[in-house]
């Protein structure tokens, strides 16, 4: 896709990268059909490392910046996770029940409380930019039903890392 829009974290403020892996995706490469909702709607393992020590709580968040919206669209927002997390297991996106500790999900476009995969119109491949910011709170203070653009906006001041991984769909 030529002219697509810029990704939001190059207008947010600088902060450190981490690692950001995964064993279902792979960085630049295809989403897999079991992270597609109308496929297997699975959110995909994600594993970091290298964040910073003053770390204290993380999110998890899966954008779709190409989406014909003019304000993207947003998948996933898992909040309030641990600041001993270090990894999501695959289908962890499913619930509430399968984060750990106090984490839960706040209200992605679709609307749902929980990972809905791509879900692109026919036409060009979007991309699905995963992002795991490292927080300097343990909880944002924030509540399910929270919009997306307000956990976007409280994470960006409280980030002081962030990871990033993206993949792109089509669909035909």
């Known amino acids: 896709m030529t002219n697509r829009p810029p990704l939001p974290y190059e207008f947010l403020p600088k902060v450190p990268a ?31 490392s290298g964040f910073p020590a003053e770390t204290r709580g993380f999110a998890v968040t899966c954008y779709d910046p190409d989406a014909p919206t003019g304000s993207g669209w947003w998948h996933w927002l898992a909040l309030d996770l641990p600041a001993g997390t270090t990894e999501l297991a695959r289908g962890a996106g499913a619930s509430d029940d399968a984060l750990p500790g106090g984490a839960f999900h706040a209200r992605n476009d679709f609307p749902g409380h929980k990972y809905d995969g791509a879900a692109p119109p026919p ?28 956990v976007g906006f409280n994470i960006t001041f409280h980030t002081v890392a962030r990871a990033l991984l993206t993949v792109e769909y089509a669909s035909s």
Do not use: C, I, K, Q
């Open 18 to 48: 981490f690692e950001l892996t995964s064993r279902d995706l792979t960085e630049g490469a295809v989403m897999p059909d079991a992270h597609v909702h109308a496929l297997g709607n699975e959110s995909p393992h994600l594993a970091w």
């Open 123 to 150: 036409g060009p491949a979007h991309r699905y930019v995963f992002a795991v910011h490292a927080l300097d709170v343990p909880s944002l203070g924030l509540t399910p039903d929270t919009t997306a653009a307000a």
